[in-house]
């Protein structure tokens, strides 16, 4: 059991560091997009950033490093690259400004649940499948956007109603998710 505890508490992994390679590359594709005004490049460093999450997620499970750091890290990684591609793309595209407020929000409503969550019950939850589609779907029209510098209307925001839909889907499974667990973690109170 020791030797469990002392897995999850470690600091220096690999997918940890991929991880903290996501949050650095966060200022170069916003660079690149705003102030190069390289959609190419841009899209390169966006999947890039992509393949380093999908390798870190693949490198924790299959070599058992998994750590509460990194079910942290992870996800914040995720969220600051979307949060700020998104902003980059409101200059250009209006509606992304929705799928930012409700990325803002589903993401602070899920904060506020994971605090709750590990303070009353000492644990640490992971991501599940519907986030993880939210988030492929979401890079997916992202780099849409970056690269389709003349998207046509109805396929822009076809794609937003689509990622729109699933964050929201995403937020009602891990809002259920999360009250399961508090509910749980009250009775053995």
């Known amino acids: ?17 991929l991880s903290l390679l996501r949050l650095a590359m966060i200022p170069l594709f916003v660079w690149l ?11 390169m460093v966006l999947v890039l950033s992509g393949l380093t999450d999908v ?32 902003m980059c793309l409101i200059t250009r595209f209006p509606l992304m400004l929705g799928v930012f407020l409700l990325l803002a ?17 000492g644990t640490v939850l992971g991501s599940e499948w519907h986030g ?28 937003i109603a689509v990622c729109t839909g699933m964050m929201l889907v995403t937020c009602v499974l891990y809002g259920i998710r999360n009250l399961r667990v508090l509910q749980a973690g009250r009775q053995d109170i």
Not at 1 to 15: A, C, D, G, N, V
Not at 61 to 80: E, F, N, Q, T, W
């Open 105 to 121: 929000l589903k993401e602070i409503f899920a904060g506020v649940c994971s605090v709750l969550v590990i303070r009353w019950t």
């Open 55 to 86: 390798a870190d997620g693949f490198i924790a499970r299959h070599y058992g490093m998994v750590s509460d750091l990194g079910k942290i890290l992870d996800p914040l990684a995720d969220k600051l690259t979307q949060a700020a591609m998104l």
């Open 33 to 43: 997009y705003c102030g190069a005004e390289n959609s190419v490049l841009t899209a």
């Open 1 to 17: 059991m020791s030797e469990q505890i002392s897995l999850e508490k470690r600091i220096w992994t690999i997918p940890n560091v």
């Open 132 to 159: 993880k589609l939210s988030t492929v779907l979401l890079h997916g029209m992202i780099v849409a956007h970056v690269v389709w510098q003349d998207i046509p209307g109805a396929v822009s925001n076809g794609m």
